[in-house]
């Protein structure tokens, strides 16, 4: 079974840079039949679609964050990242990586997410 893991700082100071790692075990971020998804929750807010990547490396970013977000991969690590850019602490959230055979993403009902790692913004 596929298994997703969040990896990175956990606090970042304001202005500053964004960056985490989704690791993935159990299926190659190359498989033609997904979608490989960033996404974040709020405090007390609902999941927002931030981007994903396809398997051919194709880029699709949600309209919100498009602006200042970055994601890559590294298919030798079948990694891939997300680059979060001058953040403010209203991009407090939980952040998900998450496998999905869609691009549109309102919850984390379907595919398949990893455990989500908090990340505070603040100085």
């Known amino acids: 079974q596929v298994q997703l893991q969040e990896s990175g700082p956990g606090l970042v100071k304001p202005s500053q840079t964004l960056s985490l790692t989704c690791s993935v075990s159990g299926d190659s971020i190359t498989n033609y039949a997904y979608y490989w998804t960033w996404a974040r929750q709020p405090p007390g807010q609902g999941l927002e679609w931030i981007g994903s990547i396809a398997s051919d490396g194709s880029i699709y970013y949600g309209p919100s964050l498009k602006r200042r977000a970055s994601i890559t991969r590294d298919t030798s690590q079948n990694q891939f990242a997300l680059q979060l850019r001058s953040v403010t602490p209203e991009d407090t959230a939980v952040y998900y990586c998450?496998?999905?055979?869609?691009?549109?993403?309102?919850?984390?009902?379907?595919?398949?997410w990893g455990q989500g790692t908090q990340v505070t913004v603040s100085s």
């Open positions: 998450g496998r999905l055979d869609t691009i549109v993403v309102n919850s984390r009902d379907s595919g398949d």
